[in-house]
């Protein structure tokens, strides 16, 4: 076998053969299973889009870096569903271009996140994470209190919906008033967010301050809908939990 | 560079290994074999490989999966774990799911198993807001004070974990300061006015007859009670003590009147089960006991 490989390694067109057909079965194994990705991942009835508001705020937490710390994957094992509850399916992140599961976790992880802690917490914790936990070593972000800029918002919903996640023509065209309207429970377009994206989008003024749209709206916004889009997970686990 | 033309296996007199056959101005290169250990590690790791996709679930066919001679499933074991977790747990556990109070405290030795627990659940999900030791801190009540909004009961503070204040589930507690500044309910000489008579009745020099106290009985006694006392079961916080939420200083309480407050304590139904909800009742309640003596 050894000699095989002595002779090959001399002939370079039959090396540069051999190369690609041992990197394509790397591929194919890779690549394969996603051509029938749209079968073996099925998606949720109940599965919402992101509003643009959260969107935006996942926009934040990818440019703050904040997957390098905190996963969103509670993975399939005794003691994380014990602290975070029902372990992560892949149809929760369906919709997310690009996932962040992550694979390393100095905080903890932040899946089932929404809905856990305050607005106010939040907030609070992050202009100074030392505030409230005193302990932490987290960084601290005040500048999220910069006003939000919601001018993008339509094309980023255009260009998931390219990618197959279903937003509709109304949704694109209206995201900068619905990334408003989210954070201003009292305002006309409230009940148009609460129309497009279901009953269970949360709407509120975020950062306690509905006169302004800022940073913290979007990424508060979206903490709070982690693990909130699909009751799936609670569902199939405590299936098995009842067997 | 020069190549030997036709390579014939050439043996180093020194190692005694074949060289590549190349002689770069004279120098050659030794062609040493791979080693021993490595051919055997790849042979064994691609062994193990085929073994492992015999018996475990390796190939994906489209819609389904080849499964496994082992029949192994890794959502299934983890629920398994969790099951076995849960039977441990159970002896100590089980007793809080019925919520008779009274029984549970009143039973030592469980009380002395599970308040450890009580302790580690405390820290998981409570202490992100009320603080490792439940001292709260700006906008989160200070549980171990003996001060408390709806009651301090373990019956009283177990409804409230399950539903929370101001909360997303359906029967939620609610309780809310209106923002008297922003929404225009009072001008402001009148939220100075008042908030100077609620700093007079936390320090017990209430002056019954000053405007202030005039604007308080009009505008704040209905959900703080006659004098600030508190006390009617709908989360208006006593203001004739010294304990605070958002502070007691004169700004605090001047940006309380002004912007209202609607602190948000979460729902924990959905997340935690009723035996824990139960145990971490009693939990805080004792926590409230433990100091509510040296303070009121």
Redesign the interface.
Known sequence: MLRLHYNLEKLSMGLVAAIIVAASIGGIVEIAPLFTIDKTVTIPDDMRQHTPLELAGREIFLREGCYACHSQMVRHLADEIDRYGPYSLAEESAYDHPMLWGSKRTGPDIARLGGKYSDDWHVAHLIDPRAVVPASIMPAYPWLTAPLDIETLSTQLATLARLGVPYTEAMIAGAAHDALAQSRPDSDGAADVAARYGEGVAIRAFDGDPARLTEMDALVAYLQSLGTLTAAARETVGQEMAK | MSRSSEHEAEIDPVTGYETTGHDWNGIRELNT??PRIV?WALALAFSYSVIAWVLLPAW?L??DYTRGLLGLD????????????AAVRADWLEPFADGDFAALSGDGSLMARAMPAAARLFA??C???H??AGKG????PDLSDGAWLWGGTPEIIAETLRFGIN??HPDTRISQMPAFGRDGMLPPEDITAVADHVLALSAGKADADSPGATIFADNCAACHGEGGTGGLGIGAPVLADDRWIYGGSRDAILTTLKRGRQ?????WE??LSAAEINLLALYVARLGERDAGAGQ
């Open positions: 074999p791979f051919i994906p489209g819609r890794q959502g299934e074991m983890a629920v398994e774990g969790y099951k076995r977790l998981d999900n202490a992100a807001c603080g490792a801190g700006p906008g989160f909360s997303t602190g948000v304590m979460p729902a959905d997340r």
